[in-house]
């Protein structure tokens, strides 16, 4: 595989995504497949991609922003930002601000206002339930020890 400047650029991208895999290739699932060239995304094995998943959940524990990442082809992943609850509220708001970012979904000044808030509520509300859980962890920490004594 050769590196080429400005690939993204000619393609008209705004966006990057990160993936393995590899149509085409004999294992297109092996942790260690060959690369294979794309239209301006990041190609990277599939073990590596594992690894980041790994490390974005890890970073989700600690409270880092980066809590989430998102794998698929395009179409999976409008497939899941497009998912909405019974209520009519999107699942999955902080991707479907990304693909709109990026203009492979396209959506009014208006909508990304309200992603924006509803992500900023679900970021929220799992920072609390992570200190709730702590808090339990250490309640529960505290009644051990109370037993030992």
Known sequence: MTNESGEAIEYGR??????GGGTGLNYPYDPNQLLKSTLGCIRTTNGSVN??????????????????????????????????????????????????????????????????????????????????KEKEKGRGDEMKRNKLC
């Open 51 to 132: 690894v980041l998943i790994r490390d974005a959940r890890l970073a989700a524990e600690i409270g880092d922003p980066l809590d989430r990442l998102f794998v698929g082809s395009e179409d999976s992943l409008i497939e899941l930002a497009n998912q909405t609850d019974s209520g009519g509220n999107y699942i999955y708001p902080d991707l479907r601000l990304s693909l709109g970012a990026t203009g492979v979904i396209q959506m009014t000044a208006e909508e990304r206002d309200a992603l924006e808030a509803a992500d900023k509520r679900r970021r929220s509300a799992e920072i609390e339930a992570r200190k709730r």
């Open 14 to 19: 705004s966006g990057f995504y990160i993936h």
